[in-house]
């Protein structure tokens, strides 16, 4: 098969296309001829050694999101599964920038014939992720929410949700086309974090309603400002520092302004949803109902793993970047 395989630690250059031997099932697991592979903001930390679960083992295959169909599958597995529709997320296992790959049979989730595979790419893990973030959230239809990072692939999905249940949405982007973006989401307001005067631009815009929520996974000083823009009582939600910076607050910061931070990822969220497969079934589910819409990057070739870091890391994407053979 071709893989793209990672023997150093470094820049993007360190991804390279290969051909290596097939993956073969073992017991309990079935293999996928993978047609779309997810690419995460995580995946490009791994790369360079800087990932949440410090370095990785070298060689690997990156990638842990991927979807395709079952052509092959190990001991005690039903031969049923052979020509499924499927998605998995691959967890630790990495392996999914490949044109195959293995996963336990518990962990495969069969795709309707009305979804795409990328779009079920997107809701196995990122959607996961939006709905545990959402469950903590606890999203009134009363809230004024503001979302940083609102034109990538998990902020396009908090913005949807939101404006499912009612509330009014800020979506913050990083430059006019992923204002852009964030505008056809139908948001109430779209503005762009790179202008130095935004937290002042959205607070002459809302007038007398005061933000009451802040789903963040910027941090830095775009999160900073979106803290400073609570109001008493509001609450934020973190997730993530896609800006390179993570937030921090000092208990006076947090007691003088009067606002509840919460994690929106980690274990916390898990026990409180039922775990991470609830919230991967749940993300599918809402996906399969039409009441979700993953915003999808135009893919990215799989040999062209490196050029989807590159555009990752330079903040040049807008939604999910996927990989496709």
């Given at each position: 098969?071709?893989?793209?395989?990672?023997?150093?630690l470094g820049g993007p250059e360190v991804l390279v296309v290969e051909d290596v031997d097939d993956p073969v099932p073992s017991?309990?697991?079935?293999?996928?001829?993978?047609?779309?592979?997810?690419?995460?903001?995580?995946?490009?930390?791994?790369?360079?050694?800087?990932?949440?679960?410090?370095?990785?083992?070298?060689?690997?295959?990156?990638?842990?999101?991927?979807?395709?169909?079952?052509?092959?599958?190990?001991?005690?597995?039903?031969?049923?599964?052979?020509?499924?529709?499927?998605?998995?997320?691959?967890?630790?296992?990495?392996?999914?920038?490949?044109?195959?790959?293995?996963?336990?049979?518990?962990?495969?989730?069969?795709?309707?014939?009305?979804?795409?595979?990328?779009?079920?790419?997107?809701?196995?893990?990122?959607?996961?992720?939006?709905?545990?973030?959402?469950?903590?959230?606890?999203?009134?239809?009363?809230?004024?929410?503001?979302?940083?990072?609102?034109?990538?692939?998990?902020?396009?999905?908090?913005?949807?949700?939101?404006?499912?249940?009612?509330?009014?949405?800020?979506?913050?982007?990083?430059?006019?086309?992923?204002?852009?973006?964030?505008?056809?989401?139908?948001?109430?307001?779209?503005?762009?974090?790179?202008?130095?005067?935004?937290?002042?631009?959205?607070?002459?815009?809302?007038?007398a309603k005061p933000i009451s929520l802040v789903l963040d996974g910027v941090g830095g000083p775009i999160g900073r400002s979106?803290?400073?823009?609570?109001?008493?009582?509001?609450?934020?939600?973190?997730?993530?520092?896609?800006?390179?910076?993570?937030?921090?607050?000092?208990?006076?910061?947090?007691?003088?302004?009067?606002?509840?931070?919460?994690?929106?990822?980690?274990?916390?969220?898990?026990?409180?949803?039922?775990?991470?497969?609830?919230?991967?079934?749940?993300?599918?589910?809402?996906?399969?109902?039409?009441?979700?819409?993953?915003?999808?990057?135009?893919?990215?070739?799989?040999?062209?793993?490196?050029?989807?870091?590159?555009?990752?890391?330079?903040?040049?994407?807008?939604?999910?970047?996927?990989?496709?053979?």
């Amino acid at each position: 098969m071709r893989a793209i395989v990672q023997r150093e630690l470094g820049g993007p250059e360190v991804l390279v296309v290969e051909d290596v031997d097939d993956p073969v099932p073992s017991s309990g697991q079935v293999r996928i001829a993978v047609e779309v592979a997810g690419v995460h903001l995580i995946d490009t930390r791994m790369r360079t050694g800087h990932g949440p679960m410090g370095p990785p083992d070298l060689p690997m295959i990156p990638g842990r999101e991927v979807a395709g169909v079952v052509d092959a599958v190990g001991d005690d597995v039903d031969p049923q599964w052979v020509g499924q529709r499927v998605v998995s997320h691959l967890s630790l296992a990495s392996g999914g920038y490949a044109t195959a790959a293995v996963t336990d049979e518990q962990a495969a989730f069969v795709v309707p014939d009305h979804v795409e595979l990328a779009d079920a790419v997107t809701m196995v893990g990122t959607g996961r992720t939006a709905m545990g973030i959402l469950a903590v959230a606890d999203v009134r239809p009363d809230d004024v929410v503001l979302v940083t990072g609102a034109a990538g692939g998990l902020g396009s999905l908090l913005v949807q949700a939101i404006t499912r249940k009612g509330a009014m949405v800020v979506g913050a982007a990083a430059g006019a086309a992923k204002v852009a973006a964030v505008e056809a989401l139908g948001v109430e307001l779209a503005v762009d974090y790179h202008r130095p005067d935004w937290a002042e631009l959205v607070e002459k815009e809302l007038g007398a309603k005061p933000i009451s929520l802040v789903l963040d996974g910027v941090g830095g000083p775009i999160g900073r400002s979106a803290f400073e823009l609570c109001s008493p009582g509001a609450g934020m939600v973190v997730f993530g520092f896609a800006s390179g910076r993570p937030l921090s607050f000092s208990s006076a910061e947090l007691v003088g302004a009067g606002v509840a931070v919460e994690p929106g990822i980690g274990p916390r969220v898990l026990a409180l949803t039922g775990g991470i497969d609830a919230l991967a079934a749940r993300a599918l589910d809402a996906l399969a109902a039409g009441t979700l819409a993953p915003v999808v990057h135009p893919p990215f070739r799989l040999a062209d793993a490196a050029g989807a870091h590159r555009a990752i890391e330079a903040r040049e994407t807008i939604g999910k970047v996927v990989l496709v053979p």
